[in-house]
């Protein structure tokens, strides 16, 4: 038989070895995120060394996340009493600022390492350049050297999903960095349709009745967002519109460059800002350049966490990129979306490309592309002529659009998406539909 005093004694050895345990459970943040597999283009090339440096993005959970959607929604929506009373970035900030409770949390766990990192102004990330040493002990990860084969530098990702503490889990949306790889430019060719006109700037002016319409307000300012080492010349800007502006008022150049513009011209990029600033003509224009691959970070990341750091911003950014939908975590495109919720309650409209891969078909399901499923942004889709006559105008055979897996449908939308189901014909079967 035990004494009191050596069943007390045995309590506590047990109570303190189970509290051990749970101080040391983990917690995998982005469970559903897609790693890399033998059927990437992404080969692995070698370990990283310990000593080698990494750049990784903590999102700290936001305060208030609920009141935020409230917010976007009310500015959102003609009708509403705050309708267009946008808030300013510091008015975000102190909705959604996380709790001081949280940092200090994080900050504790990550001991001398906090001394390499940074928060943004409304210090909801935390972006840390730590040794890959330092990031495999943290995050339970195995850091290797990455190459895609139409890049010549390597970028550095875990083998396995990352983990954290249990208590640290809970103050984390997701670690950037990690998991996901920087987008490549798609070698593949668009499938047209022949026609016997070419479709110019001012074609386009006249088929969506801009017409002589120009910018004439000095406050506005648009974007083009880019992130897939595509640059534009602005001597080529100049020479597109001796050839297709005579017929509008326009500005010849870009007007603010963000981030790198050095290296060839890239296609996507010279058409990107030549149209913004057709149809949009006469508006301010930037072209805000993420580079991101060379610290091995996530561009796209990098750029919306950017901006909504930024106060002195475009109204509207226009968008050439995305991922499949399936192969990101729900945690992650979640917080993207907060993201969103952030700049469109400031009353910035970010317009996504709806993609070219159709809807996407991965075996029998459909995949359609994020942020493009995204319920907080503008998604738009591609067309082309169906003939010489203007205005006689078709859907291109490779946009991309559908409908998310993952987000339900917003109430804006259901009104045009009853009438499309009621009217369309030959559609195909609806599975795992959500919007």
């Not at 208590?167 to 984390?172: E, F, G, W």
């Not at 990690?178 to 110019?200: C, E, G, H, M």
């Amino acid at each position: 038989n035990r004494s009191p005093e050596s069943s007390m004694f045995h309590l506590l050895v047990v109570f303190g070895l189970a509290c051990a345990v749970f101080a040391h459970e983990r917690v995998h943040l982005e469970p559903g995120q897609r790693l890399h597999d033998l059927e990437s283009e992404w080969k692995l090339i070698r370990r990283a060394r310990d000593d080698e440096s990494i750049v990784v993005t903590l999102a700290v959970k936001s305060a208030n996340a609920a009141s935020l959607e409230q917010l976007f929604w009310a500015v959102s929506t003609p009708g509403n009493p705050l309708y267009r009373k946008h808030a300013t970035l510091e008015e975000i900030g102190a909705i959604v600022s996380p709790e001081w409770s949280r940092l200090d949390e994080i900050e504790n766990w990550l001991g001398f390492d906090a001394k390499h990192c940074i928060y943004t102004t409304n210090r909801d990330f935390l972006r840390c350049q730590l040794s890959c040493g330092a990031a495999e002990r943290l995050f339970d990860a195995e850091l290797h050297h990455f190459m895609h084969p139409r890049l010549n530098e390597t970028v550095i990702r875990s083998k396995k999903l990352y983990s954290v503490p249990s208590n640290i889990a809970s103050s984390l949306d997701f670690i950037g960095g990690l998991l996901r790889f920087p987008p490549v430019q798609s070698k593949s060719n668009p499938i047209s349709r022949p026609t016997s006109t070419q479709v110019t700037a001012s074609h386009l002016r006249t088929m969506y009745n801009v017409s002589s319409a120009v910018g004439s307000n000095g406050k506005n300012k648009q974007a083009v967002a880019q992130f897939l080492k595509q640059f534009f010349h602005q001597t080529d800007l100049k020479e597109f519109f001796v050839l297709f502006g005579s017929s509008f008022a326009h500005k010849n150049q870009v007007d603010k460059i963000v981030g790198p513009d050095t290296g060839f011209a890239g296609t996507e990029a010279s058409l990107d800002v030549q149209y913004i600033m057709s149809l949009g003509a006469n508006i301010s224009t930037w072209f805000w350049s993420t580079a991101g691959l060379h610290e091995n970070q996530e561009p796209f990341l990098e750029w919306i966490m950017t901006v909504g750091n930024t106060s002195d911003v475009p109204f509207v950014f226009s968008v050439s990129y995305g991922d499949d939908e399936a192969s990101l975590d729900l945690a992650y495109m979640n917080r993207i979306n907060q993201e969103f919720m952030k700049q469109g309650a400031r009353g910035i409209s970010i317009l996504f490309a709806s993609g070219d891969s159709g809807v996407g078909c991965k075996g029998n399901t459909f995949s359609p592309s994020f942020p493009a499923s995204s319920p907080y942004v503008t998604t738009v889709g591609g067309t082309e002529m169906a003939d010489i006559v203007l205005g006689h105008e078709v859907a291109n055979i490779i946009s991309g659009g559908g409908f998310s897996s993952v987000f339900a449908q917003p109430d804006y939308q259901k009104s045009a998406v009853a009438t499309f189901l009621s009217e369309a014909t030959h559609l195909p079967k609806s599975r795992d539909r959500k919007s």
